[in-house]
């Protein structure tokens, strides 16, 4: 659905803008395409986050969104006297993009903790719970 939406919002911009908000915002357009990809990293942050909540790592979103909310603004304190209202959207996608690859790398470091081999004596004995609760 995210891509699907995505790349709608991409090819219709022009002529969305221009019959919602008339021809004085086509500079909005190529923000608005840009912005048209944020939707990507912000479907696939949705399950990333529900996975984080329900396995109580609600500081690895702590940790993502502090420093993605530092790094954007140091960025959009330097691209925007730049190139404008497209380096808020070029800062805005790079941040969602980065939030999520920083959640997903934290989410699969503490899976990885946390694999059992299957193949041990401790596992066929019935002790898959005290194996996975003693790594804690």
């Not at 912005?35 to 993502?64: G, Q, Y």
């Not at 954007?72 to 006297?81: A, D, R, S, V």
Request: with cysteine; aromatic share 12%.
């Amino acid at each position: 659905i995210g891509i699907a939406t995505a790349l709608f919002l991409y090819a219709a911009s022009s002529l969305l803008v221009v019959f919602i908000f008339g021809k004085s915002f086509i500079n909005s357009i190529v923000s608005i395409k840009i912005l048209s990809f944020v939707i990507m990293p912000f479907c696939l942050k949705l399950f990333l986050e529900r996975t984080a909540l329900v396995i109580d790592k609600s500081d690895i979103l702590l940790k993502a969104y502090i420093g993605g909310v530092i790094l954007k603004i140091i960025l959009n304190l330097l691209l925007i006297p730049v190139i404008n209202e497209k380096g808020a959207a070029y800062t805005t996608l790079f941040i969602e993009s980065l939030i999520v690859i920083f959640i997903f790398l934290s989410l699969r470091k503490y899976f990885k903790e946390r694999t059992i081999d299957m193949s041990s004596k401790d596992v066929t004995s019935g002790n898959v719970w005290v194996l996975l609760h003693e790594k804690e």
